[in-house]
């Protein structure tokens, strides 16, 4: 059974930790290192490259210069 991927998007990195947008969620989560790695290998995810992501915090984007 193949399972979907959910699409996230890095807002950038913030005092040690990675902010990860996702589709259903107004606030971006916040990881540290060893998450985002796993993260990034892992077939669950895959990360939008790009900034016109729709559900992506263009508020936030702004702030950490992305």
């Known amino acids: 059974m ?3 991927q959910i699409m996230v998007k ?4 913030e005092k040690g930790y ?3 947008a996702f589709p259903n969620l107004k606030i971006p989560v916040e990881v540290d290192e060893n998450l ?5 290998h892992s077939r669950e995810f895959q ?6 992501l729709e ?5 936030l984007e702004k702030e950490l210069n992305v």
Do not use: S, V
């Open 2 to 4: 193949n399972k979907k």
């Open 10 to 13: 890095l807002l950038g990195k």
């Open 18 to 20: 990675y902010k990860i």
């Open 36 to 40: 985002y790695r796993k993260m990034r």
């Open 47 to 52: 990360f939008f490259k790009g900034k016109d």
């Open 55 to 59: 559900f992506a915090p263009k508020k």
